[in-house]
Structure formats: C-alpha cells, structure tokens
C-alpha cells in the first residue's frame, strides 16, 4: 500500500522536513519516498491527462502503520490520497498502495478469499484456479488493478452481466479511518446486520477510509462457457439484438460490442479473427452445464439473424474463445496505437437506448472534429467511447474533454448516469450537478463527513465542491454551481 499526499497547503509545505522524518519514524526502511525523481511513477494514474507531484509518498505494509501514518495525518490536517495500482481512468489516483500483496486466507468451504488491497484482480482468480474457482468480477485492466482499487471504484468488467459488480461480490472489509481508528465491515457471511456499510463503501473511490483488507466471494467455474462472434452492417441492429436477447430472458455471461473503429483497431493488434467489413460486432458468451449452453446458443443465433445479422462465427475450443475476448479486452491498448492520445468515457444508458446514444455520439464527433472508437459493455448499457486526439494538436485536448463531457450529458439525458465502472474522480467531477441536486450532493457529503470530517481523504474528488462539514445545510446552488468556495485541485 501506498500512501501519498496531494498538492499540500503552503503551510503543510513549510514543515516538510519535519513531516517526512515523522512519516519515516512509523514506516522505516524504504517506506518512504521524498525524492522528485522517484516520485513522478506517482504524478498521475491511467488517465494521464491530469498530473500532480505529491509531497511525500508512504509504503505502509501494515494496518498498524496505515492506522499511524493516518492518524498522524489528521492531526496534523495534511491530505492523503490512497493508490492501489494506479490504472484508474477518471483521475481518481494521484497516489497509492503496494505491498499489501498477500492473499491471507482461501476458504473454500465458505467459497471466500480474504486477500489484501494490493493483490491483483487476476491474482485471486490464479490463486483458486487449481480447485476450480475464480473471482468473478473481471475489468480489462485485470492483470495489473487491485482488488482495493476495484473496491474503491466498484469495478465491472465482462462478466459482470450476469454475475454481478464489485459491490455484488464483495462481502467484507477491513477500512482504516482519517483518524486512525480501524473498522470492520460486514465478513465472510452474506448477511451483515445494521445499515449496508459495505454498499457504501463500495464504489466510495476512497473518500471514506483506506481499504486494507477485502473479502471476496469466489464462484465455480462453469461446466461449459462458449461465446459467439456476430457481426452486423449497422450498429442499430446489433443493439436491437442487445435487447432482443436479454428481453427474451437469456443472460449471456459476457455481451459486449465494438463498433468499426474499434474493431479495425482490435484486430490489426491482436488478430483474432474479427470482420472488417461490419459497422458492429458483438461477442456474446453463454456458460453453464454443456447441454443450456448448446440450446442458448441456438436461441441467440436465431435472434442475431432476425436481427439482420451478417457474420457468426461459434467458439468450437478454449482457445478460440479466449481468442475472440482478447481482441475485446485488448481494445484500449489497440486504439492507443492508432492515435497520439485517447480519452476513454464510461457512461451507463438504459440498453435500448444504445442506438440513441451512438447516433448522437457520432453527431457530436463530427460536431468536434474528433474521431471516437465505441467499445462497450453492451449487456449492461455501459458505453466506453474512446475519443482520439492529439495533445500537442493545440485546442485539442481541450475539445476532447468538451466533447467527453457532451457524451456524459447525452447518458444522463438518456435516462443514464455518468459513470459505469470507472468512477467520477476528478474527470467527471464538475458534471455531477447534471445528475444530481444540491440536495442530493449535500445528503452525499454528509455521508463523507461522517467518515472524514476533515475532509483530508482524496479532497478534490468527486464532489464539484467540497464544504466544510459545519457549513452542510447552508448550500446555495446558483447557475448550477455549488457556491462555496472550492478547495484546490491536485
Ligand atoms: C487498459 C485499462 C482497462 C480498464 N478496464 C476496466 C474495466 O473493464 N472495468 C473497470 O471497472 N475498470 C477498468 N479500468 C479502470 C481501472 O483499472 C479500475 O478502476 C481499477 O479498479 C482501479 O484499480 P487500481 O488498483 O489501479 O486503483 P487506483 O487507480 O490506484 O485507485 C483508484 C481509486 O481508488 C482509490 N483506492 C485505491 N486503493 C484503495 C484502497 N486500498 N483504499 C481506499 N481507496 C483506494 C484511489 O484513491 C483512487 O481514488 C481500466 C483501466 C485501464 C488502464
């Protein structure tokens, strides 16, 4: 685990010297970084585009000396900003989390893993694979973002459509407070008693507390798990067959789209075999016992030709289907080779709103001027418009965050929210008055202060502005705006 502090007050700054040999007491050795050069891994996470030194960076690999280092942090009123791996994509990680790797505990009678916050997503499914198991939850980014991380932003990932988000398959934590004080919420069993701290945290892209240790529920892997490659000449088609499928009661275990930017780009990279001469493809994967998957296969091929559809191909082996999805999930990495820069969006729209929403979004990339590649969880309405630009195009990066922020305005219009998986960060931070009311921000907020008074836990996150917990309850909100005063961006 990492800890870092964002950009600190002139008042934090001239008594540097003095915190960072405190900081060095509670974590000898190497646990703590100083100096600018080794600092700058920690400037930004996956989005790039925003970047801020921390002061001090802290490697804690104990509860004990996250509870110390917090602690002291309060005290003393110096911002903390917790990373796990550093691949968020909304700005929500300007520090973070390392050496909690250790998966404490396998419980297969009870089908959980108790594991630390730094322990990789894809780790947990490796570390039960031999018995059969695996961790549901699975984000493209799984190889390399933490299980803290995943908790903090309630990630999703392919197989969410049937099985569940984080917040479906997380069932404890243990959480380190601003103050020091640690907590334990919910544990190994289903039900918890009380209010559902665990829903609150989840997804809380620590606000709250620091994560420092998670209790995941572990499924069997199915019998059987085969997965289709269907094409189609219009993108319309295959979000009616999106529809279609799901409203004849079939959950897919994975259905996800591309539409034709993304799938030259996915498949010049990975080659796996995709049309070229398609507006959209959609990979549906159905598991379960052999003989289901035989019968859902049939019943969605019907439907993707009722659709209009023009290719299909069915995985015959493991190979072949892993080989479809590696195209899917290697889709970011794939655009990034064909564009200086990229922005990626994560807005959610009601499924058969999908149609609505890539017109629009082709309206708006030619209203920019600015290319975008559509790759996206289909089966949960979860758009990742890609918008390719070129940062030392001048004007450009800004016309790609305008146009970002349209698309999110067009999934709230829709009937959607602003964020799917990805979380709001500092990215979408300014645009959470599309969504919500002043009311519903400053009910938000109280819940913030009932964990962080201070506000000194990833300040700048989030809400469009961050009041001072005795001033809740004399908001004005004017042109949209909150009106007191914001604190500074890191
Ligand atoms: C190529 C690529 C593909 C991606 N695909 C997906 C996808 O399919 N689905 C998806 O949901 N996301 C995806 N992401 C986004 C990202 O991987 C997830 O949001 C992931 O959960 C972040 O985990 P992390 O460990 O990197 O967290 P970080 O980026 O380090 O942190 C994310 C946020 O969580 C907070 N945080 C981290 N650890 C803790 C902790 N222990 N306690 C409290 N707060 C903490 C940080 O302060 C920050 O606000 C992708 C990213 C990339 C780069």
Redesign the pocket.
Known sequence: ?TILMPAPDQTVLDRRGSIVAALRAIVPGEGVIDSAAEMVPYES??LMAYRQPPMVVVLPDSTEQVSKVLKYCFEQGIKV??????????G??????GK?KRIREIDFDNRVVVTE??V??LAISQAVAHAGFYYA??????I???????????????HCLKYG??TNNVLGCE?VLMTGEVIRVGGKSIEAGGYDLMGIITG?????????E?TVRILQKPETARALMVGFSEVEAAGECVARIIGAGIIPGGMEMMDRPAIHAAEAFVHAGYPLDVEALLIIELDGPGVEVDELISRVEAIAQACGSTTCRISTSEAERNLFWAGR?AA??AVGRISPDYL?M?GTIPRGKLPAALARIRELSAKYGLRVANVF?AGDGNL?PLILYDANQPGEMQRAEDLGADILRTCVELGGVLT????V?IEKRDLMPEMFSEIDLSQQQRLKCAFDAKGL??PG?VFPTLHRCAELGRMHVHAGKLAFPELPRF
Do not use: W, Y
């Open positions: 685990m996470d996956g900003v917790p990373r796990g791996s550093g691949t968020s994509l909304s929500g990680a300007l520090l973070g989390l909690f916050p730094g990789t997503n939850p699975d984000p493209s980014s799984q390399a973002c933490s299980i803290g991380g995943n908790v903090a932003e309630n990630s999703g990932g392919v988000m984080t959480i809380s892209e620590g606000l709250l507390g620091v994560i420092t998670v999930k970011f990495p990626c994560d969880h990742h799917g998986e990805h979380g960060g836990l990833n996150k």
